[in-house]
């Protein structure tokens, strides 16, 4: 299968590293942003065609599909050129930076008939899916789950420390891995939803730190903490407090409430979620069925935030 990637920075590259896994793909052209960044990507990657142009990209012979690793302004466009060309589309979180354009991609999704995907990677960290399965099994109900997402991010610059042309933001981004983790692990929207932010950062416009609370149907609580100052271990930490037993997801790992390794052997064909989506993509495509994490499955976690917006706002 012939593939089309969009991104050439931080998040493009984790694409690139677990496509190189993946049996029967062939990345056909990059399409990046910065000339330079993306043909030194492309020539590193042995990919035989780069533009800055994704209609350009997308009309490579034989391309049935792209990945959107670009910023999150530009994802809704994006995927919509991507359905409109009759390819299915994996985009990076989140599918879009309100509601309005959300809801707008699953119509599109609904009209083209193609796979489209969002990759909410949490749901594939074998982390995550340990505990899914024990849920799903009746062996475990979470009772709450503590999460913090922190980064040190006073200047605009992205994963790598590099500088980014757009700018980042707590809720839209950051905060949906961890509302979208939470409904998916209790089965349903939340029920009640409440949000504190901080004073906006002079430059950047946005606020650096937030507080957010959410309650499922089931009575299960999430508590999430957001930060873009604090000087430490970047990253988000997920500790799931259950009926039976604690359990600490730190992306691919997981811990129990006193840091022994709880034994993943067996979960998936891998340990990395961002290659298990792609995975998930791929099959979803070739068995011509709805992939978990699809534009409409996101939808619930882009009603929320933007009902966790409207609080902020409030």
């Known amino acids: 299968m012939k593939i089309c990637v969009a991104g050439e920075g931080a998040f493009g590259n984790k694409h690139l590293d677990a496509l190189a896994r993946i049996e029967g793909i062939e990345v056909a052209t990059l399409c990046g942003g910065v000339p330079e960044a993306t043909r030194a ?4 990657r042995g990919i035989p065609h780069s533009t800055l142009d994704l209609e350009e990209a997308l009309a490579v012979p034989g391309v049935e599909a792209a990945i959107l690793a670009t910023p999150t302004p530009i994802h809704a466009a994006q995927a919509t050129t991507v359905m409109r060309a009759g390819k299915h589309v994996l985009v990076e979180i989140p599918m879009a930076d309100n509601l309005a354009d959300a809801e707008a991609l699953v119509r599109v999704q609904r009209e083209t008939g193609v796979v ?9 960290n074998p982390s995550h899916q340990w505990v899914h399965d024990r849920i799903a099994a009746g062996e475990l109900t979470i009772q709450q789950m503590d999460v913090q997402t922190f980064f040190f991010r006073r200047t605009n610059t992205n994963a790598k420390g590099e500088p980014r042309s757009w700018t980042d933001h707590l809720l839209w981004h950051h905060a949906c891995h961890t509302v979208d983790l939470f409904e998916y692990q209790t089965g349903g929207p939340a029920t009640a939803v409440t949000a504190l ?11 650096m730190d937030m507080a957010i609370g959410l309650k499922a ?4 609580v999430c508590t999430l903490s957001l930060s873009f100052n604090n000087d430490g271990p970047f990253g988000t930490f997920f500790r799931y407090i259950c009926d039976r037993g604690t359990y600490v997801a730190s992306y691919d790992d997981l811990f129990d409430g006193h840091g022994e390794p709880v034994d993943l052997t067996g979960v998936a064909v891998s340990t990395d979620g961002i290659e298990l989506a792609g995975r ?35």
């Open 41 to 44: 990507v492309a020539l590193e």
């Open 116 to 124: 489209a995907m969002v990759n909410h990677v949490r749901r594939f």
């Open 197 to 207: 932010q901080g004073p906006p950062h002079p430059e950047l416009g946005i606020a």
């Open 217 to 220: 149907a089931s009575g299960a």
């Open 280 to 314: 998930e993509f791929f099959a979803a495509i070739r068995e011509g069925r709805e992939p978990n994490s699809s534009l409409a499955q996101g939808l619930c976690a882009m009603r929320t935030l933007d009902r966790l917006e409207r609080a902020l706002d409030g």
